[in-house]
């Protein structure tokens, strides 16, 4: 079908939607399926409504975390929004290792939802329901990879009162808020050290860790297929990050997702040291890390 075919029936798909009333309409893509969903039944002036953008897979197919890892790509979204409607970045839930012994991907599978926070302005009309739409573009590997798009939308009221929890979709977000990486204790202590083509990351919390995996939210800084090798120590770990052979500059601070035992997801920022230099832990709490997300 011709592009222009294909524009005039997606914007014919939105626009029956938008008469008809409908909540919401899910869209195909290449091995599984997609659509957006909100948290609250309806849209609060001043507030900010929590979408989401729900894949569900077919068995031992995945999407990428906004760090793919050796290969892919994350989700892209275009938003489609009313006036008086700003979408923030994706919150992307901790991701898992995927791949072989040497290719080593980060993403999801079976299904996941990718939150995503719409603020209203106050002055927002309650005239007219608003018409969200988003064209979303993905990429769904396993042994190959296939790229897909799709158009989805989600038609939702304005109202001036508290909003109501959609009992629809509570669930998925929770499930996903769930494996979202939260701030670290203030009480932890994080130190990175620089040498002989590794990171060592050690970490001080107060009790012994016999699991934990990284996740760096910038490409090409570890080398992803490696081992990563756990030492536990009494109140806490060390844990061996390969350099990537890939990386092109130094690495000042080391940023990510810390997963441990549990699948207790965390927000990593920690300045790296060299090896020579002193190394002195780091208080998380003194130095908030940054919200792990990507603007699209």
């Known amino acids: 079908m011709h592009r222009q075919g294909t524009r005039l029936l997606l914007i014919g798909a939105v626009l029956a939607f938008y008469a008809a009333g409908a909540h919401a309409s899910g869209s195909a893509i290449p091995h599984g399926t ?8 309806w849209i609060t002036r001043g507030h900010t409504v929590n979408l989401g953008l729900r894949f569900e897979l077919e068995k031992g197919w995945h999407i ?15 938003w489609q929004l009313p006036a008086g409607l700003t979408a923030e970045p994706i919150e992307w839930p901790a991701p898992r290792r995927l791949g072989t012994a040497s290719v080593t991907d980060y993403g999801y599978e ?13 002055n ?46 509570e669930n998925f977000f929770a499930a996903s808020r769930k494996s979202l990486p939260q701030p670290a204790p203030g009480n932890w202590k994080l130190s990175v050290v620089e040498a002989n083509g590794a990171f060592e990351l050690t970490a001080t919390v107060g009790w012994q860790i016999t699991q934990a995996v990284f996740y760096p939210l910038a490409e090409s800084q570890i080398d992803n297929a490696s081992p990563q090798k756990l ?3 009494t109140t806490g770990f060390r844990l061996k990050l390969r ?6 500059k130094p690495v000042e601070r080391l940023r990510g997702v810390l997963v441990l035992s ?14 020579t230099a002193a190394t002195s832990g780091y208080a998380i709490g003194t130095h908030p890390a940054n919200r792990i997300e990507e603007g699209l």
């Open 110 to 122: 079976d299904s996941v939802t990718l939150i995503v926070p719409i603020r209203a302005d106050a």
């Open 34 to 41: 997609v659509e957006l969903i909100a948290e609250n039944q």
């Open 262 to 275: 549990g699948d207790r997801a965390y927000q990593m920022d920690v300045p790296v040291a060299k090896a």
């Open 124 to 169: 927002l009309t309650t005239q007219q329901p608003a018409l969200i739409g988003a064209q979303l573009s993905v990429l769904v590997c396993r042994e190959m990879c296939i790229p897909g798009k799709a158009q989805v939308s989600l038609t939702l009221p304005i109202k001036a009162q508290r909003p109501a929890t959609d009992a629809r979709t």
């Open 243 to 248: 350099k990537s052979d890939q990386l092109m």
């Open 231 to 233: 030492t536990p120590l």
């Open 64 to 78: 990428y975390w906004t760090n793919p890892g050796d290969s892919g790509e994350p989700p892209r979204v275009k």
